[in-house]
Antibody, heavy 121, light 108 residues
Framework: QLQLQESGPGLVKPSETLSLTCTVSGGSISSNSYYWGWIRQPPGKGLEWIGSIYYSGNTYYNPSLKSRVTISVDTSKNQFSLKLSSVTAADTAVYYC?????????????WGQGTLVTVSS | EIVLTQSPGTLSLSLGERATLSCRASQSVTSDFLAWYQQKPGQAPRLVIYGASSRATGIPDRFSGSGSGTDFTLTISRLEPEDFAVYYCQQYGSSPLTFGGGTKVEIK
C-alpha cells in the first residue's frame, strides 16, 4: 500500500527558506509514468498546487510561485523535496505531498497526511 | 490559468437527502480532466471522482460525477453521516493545475 509522509521544520523565520521532504513507501518513486507533487493549504482556506516532478527530474511549477520554488528528487532514498525561498507569513500553510495517477495531467490519487509550516519570527 | 468557481459555498442538508455540487470553469477543461476531492477536518483531501465521472477506488456508488467542457457536477444521492465534509474540484488538463474554492456540505 502506497504511503507518503512529509517531514521538515514546523517553524520557519521570515525571509528564510522552507524545506520539506516527502518519503514514499510501499512503492518506488522511479516507477514509470508517475509524477509526484506538492500542494499547500493555508489555515481555513483552499488548496494550491505548488509543482510536480518526475523521477528523472523533470519539473513543472505553478507560475505564481515559480521564482521561489525548487522541487527535487532523490531516487536512492525514495524521496522528493520542496524548497521555498524568501518565505513570508503568507506561506504559512499545511503542505501536502501527493502522487499523480500517472503523468502531470492526471488526478492526485494518493496524498500524505500533510505537515503544518508556520512562518514567524 | 483556468479558474474554477464552486457553488454553493455551503450546502445544509439532512441525512438521506440528495446533494448537488457545482463546479464551473473559466474555460473549457481539456479532455474532461476534472477531479473531485473530499476533505474532513484535520485530514488530507481524498480523491472521490476523476475524469469527471469515474469513481475512485473505494468510493461508494452514491457518489457520481457528470459534466463536460466548463460545467461539472458532483452528486451524492443519499447523504450518509460520513459524507459531511468540504468538497473541492480540480482541473488537471492545463498547467497550472487549479482547484475550486470548495463547497462545505453540513448537517442541517
Amino acid at each position: 500500500q502506497l504511503q507518503l509522509q512529509e517531514s521538515g521544520p514546523g517553524l520557519v523565520k521570515p525571509s528564510e527558506t522552507l524545506s520539506l521532504t516527502c518519503t514514499v513507501s510501499g512503492g518506488s518513486i522511479s516507477s514509470n509514468s508517475y509524477y509526484w507533487g506538492w500542494i499547500r493549504q493555508p489555515p481555513g482556506k483552499g488548496l494550491e498546487w505548488i509543482g510536480s516532478i518526475y523521477y528523472s527530474g523533470n519539473t513543472y511549477y505553478n507560475p505564481s510561485l515559480k521564482s521561489r520554488v525548487t522541487i527535487s528528487v532523490d531516487t536512492s532514498k525514495n524521496q522528493f523535496s520542496l524548497k521555498l525561498s524568501s518565505v513570508t507569513a503568507a506561506d504559512t500553510a499545511v503542505y501536502y505531498c501527493a502522487r499523480h495517477r500517472s503523468g502531470l495531467r492526471s488526478d492526485l490519487q494518493h496524498w500524505g497526511q500533510g505537515t503544518l509550516v508556520t512562518v514567524s519570527s | 490559468e483556468i479558474v474554477l468557481t464552486q457553488s454553493p459555498g455551503t450546502l445544509s442538508l439532512s441525512l438521506g437527502e440528495r446533494a448537488t455540487l457545482s463546479c464551473r470553469a473559466s474555460q473549457s477543461v481539456t479532455s474532461d480532466f476534472l477531479a473531485w476531492y473530499q476533505q474532513k477536518p484535520g485530514q488530507a483531501p481524498r480523491l472521490v471522482i476523476y475524469g469527471a465521472s469515474s469513481r475512485a477506488t473505494g468510493i461508494p456508488d452514491r457518489f457520481s460525477g457528470s459534466g463536460s467542457g466548463t460545467d461539472f457536477t458532483l452528486t451524492i444521492s443519499r447523504l450518509e453521516p460520513e459524507d459531511f465534509a468540504v468538497y473541492y474540484c480540480q482541473q488537471y488538463g492545463s498547467s497550472p493545475l487549479t482547484f475550486g474554492g470548495g463547497t462545505k456540505v453540513e448537517i442541517k
